[in-house]
């Protein structure tokens, strides 16, 4: 948890100054304590990404790989339309994404081992390790996702926060615990995201995390943070040594709390009301919206989780279609596309990976209950900009959907080349709390097809 402090990792002293900012309502500098050691690694091509996870499994064959000449239960009741992209069709209910397809990679034949546990899938599609069936919730000593990677190896400059996940702590069942695959694993707790679990819908709006106290004035906090400065300069003089960097990280809560371009990022209501009606007027698509400002005000990684629980959005077991059509491609659509163009817009989609994610595809063929149960061995993502060759497709499915016909792609592959893409060695080491090393992503290969 954000709020924990491991007593046995710190100093009393250290404990006390870091309960001298709780007095605040600071948890700040714990998220923000990274060990200034970058890594040494390819010059990156991207320098933030934003991965859109579309947790539950979206079904590819209703959305980017149709087989409108297949029977009905394996084509479905959907429609294709064309694309900006020549020869690439789309579901007829994502119509501006279609306009945007041009810019992105389309990867037709993914595949994994895992088909039944959402965790373990979640878990191998966002950090590149297949356990197969495994579930089960976060544990401390699972491999990190990407984000923490990156706030440890490429941090970013004083005042930002690295990574970010937002809007939803996603659990493996309404009632099951928090999925793998968002948090630091055993790269410790410093290395979590910064976790925005207010609706960016809501019309009060706000990060209670990153506001001042209530009756709490910046001047008021500029002087709590000379009466700190004073207190460690008593502490060195008592115990003749340096602090240590916990400094460094007070200092980026106090900026964060007190900073205009940090709490800007944060205001939705700066947007037009014609620019968040584009992205979608919900959870989802103000999330999406939220996380370009967070990439514009320097976050390195914001990964967006679409399902408050596994079983909630894209897990479509039952009326698959109906739940397509009247929610999830709308919503998705008019969220994903205004990113792109907006991206493209500014110019910034250049440096700037947009990944769109999920953890399995659905059956090639349709269940009684109108649904699509989960399907592993072959589906479909896409990436965007950051330096991935626009206007490509890579791989395919066979005639129904069921398995790659040729260019398979795992996870590991595709987080390995995200990897690639901003600046991180895949075969990097990274040591856990006890100094033990790990291969960021060992069973992998970067898919230098897909590179600009």
């Known amino acids: 948890m954000q709020e924990s402090l491991s007593v046995n990792r710190w100093s009393r002293r250290e404990l006390l100054r870091a309960g001298s900012l709780g007095a605040v309502g600071l948890s700040l500098p714990r998220l923000l304590a990274a060990v200034d050691n970058p890594a040494t690694g390819p010059a990156p091509k991207a320098d933030a990404c934003i991965i859109i996870f579309l947790n539950g499994g979206p079904s590819h064959l209703d959305m980017w790989d149709m087989k409108p000449a297949g029977p009905i239960e394996i084509r479905g009741e959907f429609d294709p339309i064309p694309s900006s992209l020549a020869g690439v069709d789309v579901c007829e209910h994502l119509p501006r994404l279609a306009q945007q397809m041009h810019r992105t990679t389309l990867i037709r034949s993914m595949n994994h081992s895992v088909n039944n546990s959402h965790a373990a899938a979640v878990y191998a599609a ?28 490429r941090p970013t400059r004083p005042g930002t926060l690295p990574y970010i996940t937002l809007p939803y702590k996603t659990k493996e069942g309404a009632a099951g615990p928090l999925q793998p695959g968002f948090l630091a694993g055993f790269m410790g707790a410093t290395y979590d995201p910064f976790w925005v679990l207010d ?10 995390n990153l506001s001042l106290p209530a009756g709490l004035a910046q001047e008021r906090m500029q002087a709590r943070r000379g009466l700190l400065t004073s207190l460690n300069h008593g502490l060195e003089a008592q115990s003749n040594q340096t602090l240590d960097s916990l400094d460094d990280f007070q200092q980026q809560a106090f900026d964060l709390l007190t900073s205009n371009r940090a709490q800007r990022a944060f205001k939705l209501d700066a947007e037009s009301d014609s620019v968040r009606e584009r992205y979608g007027r919900n959870i989802y698509g103000q999330s999406v919206l939220l996380a370009r400002r967070l990439i514009e005000a320097d976050t390195r990684v914001v990964t967006m989780s679409w399902a408050p629980h596994a079983n909630a959005t894209w897990d479509t077991h039952g009326q698959n279609f109906r739940s397509l059509k009247t929610r999830l491609l709308p919503q998705f659509d008019a969220a994903c596309s205004s990113l792109l163009e907006d991206l493209a817009q500014s110019g910034r989609l250049e440096r700037t990976l947009v990944a769109v994610l999920g953890d399995f595809g659905r059956t090639p063929k349709i269940n009684n209950n109108a649904g699509r149960d989960h399907w592993n061995s072959c589906y479909s993502i896409l990436l965007a900009g950051g330096g991935i060759k626009p206007g490509f497709v890579y791989g395919a499915s066979d005639h129904q959907g069921a398995t790659p016909r040729h260019s398979p792609v795992t996870p590991g592959d595709i987080v390995a080349t995200i990897y690639q893409l901003l600046g991180v060695d895949h075969q990097h080491l990274l040591y856990d709390t006890l100094n033990r090393p790990h291969t960021v992503v060992p069973e992998a290969r970067i898919i230098h097809d897909l590179l600009a």
């Open 199 to 208: 609706d960016p819908n809501a019309p009060q709006f706000h990060v209670r």
């Open 126 to 153: 966002l950090t590149g390790h297949d356990r197969g069936e495994q579930g089960g919730g976060a544990k401390p000593d699972d491999h990190p996702a990407p984000g923490a990677v990156l706030a440890k190896l």
